[in-house]
């Protein structure tokens, strides 16, 4: 039988403090690198309110040293300096053993929120977007939930990234153009984004009836697993499986079709569908060309 170290040793004690971020710090025997897209993200969509108290343990000699809250630390620093003083939730008489252990112990049992879980508490806190975002699904008849159910729909990431990337009339048109053809399953993400990058793309040429009636002609698992095989190819190996799934769509979309014009012009990089030049009508689509 393993005998566990006790997270907090007889006689410690916690208090809460404000300390300036620039007297807080970093063991780097058991704390994790700085995440640089992280720092980057929380300095970008910088809210006092949202940074929280951090959590960190005073040695002996009067060292600050944090447990919980780096890159929040660094984040502050980046934007107010490091006089800026932030909440601490402060331990008293650890050694560097019970600093690890309760390290050790905040960040494996700790639970990251599903994105759905995410998204219902914007709506509680009456985000815009997310208010809109919710008015645009369920006037499409959808329901946002974990369900398997034939118009639900789970895909939170894939429709905040539509509704930001293109916008709510993008939003709206994909979800009703699915709406149509994927009555009697939950709609996948790598569907939503396919059909947005199309209408985005292609907002002169694309017939949203041919593409509705190309899309019906197979479940969604099998669009997903055909693109699957379509982005083992060398051209697209780099790029995200809803850009897969739509490169497949504009094959199928043109097959068929001998008028140039009627065909969809495949020009797009092997590149993530996150790419804000994905999201821009291909050359000779523009509304003003």
């Not at 895909?155 to 990337?165: D, G, K, L, Q, T």
């Amino acid at each position: 039988m393993t005998t566990r170290m006790k997270a907090l040793p007889e006689g410690a004690k916690l208090t809460q403090e404000w300390i300036a971020v620039g007297g807080l710090q970093v063991d780097h025997r058991y704390q994790r690198p700085e995440n640089e897209l992280l720092i980057r993200k929380i300095v970008r969509d910088f809210d006092p309110d949202l940074i929280g108290a951090l959590l960190a343990s005073r040695r002996d000699d009067g060292t600050v040293v944090l447990l919980d809250g780096q890159q929040r630390r660094e984040a502050v620093e980046r934007a107010w300096g490091p006089a800026e003083k932030v909440p601490v939730l402060v331990y008293h008489g650890l050694t560097p053993e019970h600093e690890a252990t309760i390290f050790v112990g905040f960040n494996t049992n700790r639970t990251k929120p599903k994105p759905l879980d995410v998204f219902r508490a914007k709506l509680a806190a009456a985000d815009p977007a997310a208010m809109e975002i919710d008015r645009i699904v369920t006037a499409r008849g959808y329901t946002l939930s974990a369900s398997v159910m034939p118009m639900h729909v789970n895909a939170v990431v894939s429709i905040e990234r539509v509704y930001e990337m293109a916008g709510p009339g993008v939003l709206n048109d994909t979800l009703s153009l699915l709406a149509t053809v994927a009555i009697d399953e939950v709609v996948l993400g790598e569907m939503i984004v396919a059909v947005a990058l199309l209408m985005v793309r292609y907002p002169r040429s694309l017939g949203s009836h041919r593409l509705a009636t190309v899309i019906v002609a197979w479940p969604q698992r099998r669009w997903i697993a055909e693109a699957r095989i379509k982005r083992a190819d060398v051209q697209l190996r780099d790029s995200s499986m809803a850009n897969a799934v739509a490169r497949l769509m504009v094959e199928k979309y043109n097959r068929g079709l001998r008028s140039p014009k009627q065909r969809l012009q495949w020009s797009w990089p092997a590149d993530s569908h996150t790419s804000t030049t994905f999201w821009q009508p291909a050359p000779g689509e523009g509304v003003d060309e």
